[in-house]
């Protein structure tokens, strides 16, 4: 007997990893050279809590534990509904066509150089934010990153 195909859950995160002067970190996708973006993953299992999500997606994704490069990790409250492109709609269960985005921001001490995966990114950069949101190829993502000053100076006015 055959096990039954993994898909994808369509409920992600999106991690916006910026330095405190926000520059944003995006990395190159390698399955679609030219698409840069910021950190990005699905749920592993449907009670995967979502800071966990973003905690793991960074990890696997740019090599950073959160706590040990000094991060401060904070869930915006914002999640953006989206079509999913249809050359990605394979992954998940017949049928799904949206996927549900949680977005994050990840504030790192300075710029560091991350630890890219070679079948998942081929390239990095850090850029100063309004030049990042230029570079991304996902609509959520490039509003995303023109959110970070206003996240931002909320975050510095917090206790």
Not at 10 to 26: A, G, M, N, W
Not at 45 to 70: N, Q, S, Y
Not at 120 to 138: G, I, M, Q
Request: proline letters at 9%.
């Amino acid at each position: 007997m055959q096990p039954a195909p993994s898909f994808k859950i369509p409920e992600s995160v999106l991690v916006v990893i910026h330095t405190p002067d926000l520059r944003v970190l995006l990395i190159e996708r390698a399955d679609h050279p030219g698409y840069w973006q910021s950190v990005t993953g699905s749920r592993d299992h449907v009670d995967e809590p979502l800071a966990e999500t973003a905690r793991r997606e960074v990890l696997e994704e740019t090599g950073f534990d959160i706590a040990a490069a000094g991060g401060e990790l904070r869930d915006w409250q914002l999640a953006n509904v989206y079509e999913i492109y249809p050359h990605w709609r394979h992954r998940y269960a017949p049928g799904v066509t949206r996927n549900t985005e949680h977005v994050f921001g990840l504030q790192l001490p300075g710029v560091l150089a991350p630890t890219l995966s070679p079948r998942e990114h081929l390239a990095w950069v850090w850029l100063p934010w309004h030049e990042a949101a230029d570079r991304c190829f996902s609509p959520s993502n490039a509003e995303a990153v023109l959110q970070l000053p206003r996240f931002s100076a909320a975050s510095s006015t917090t206790p």
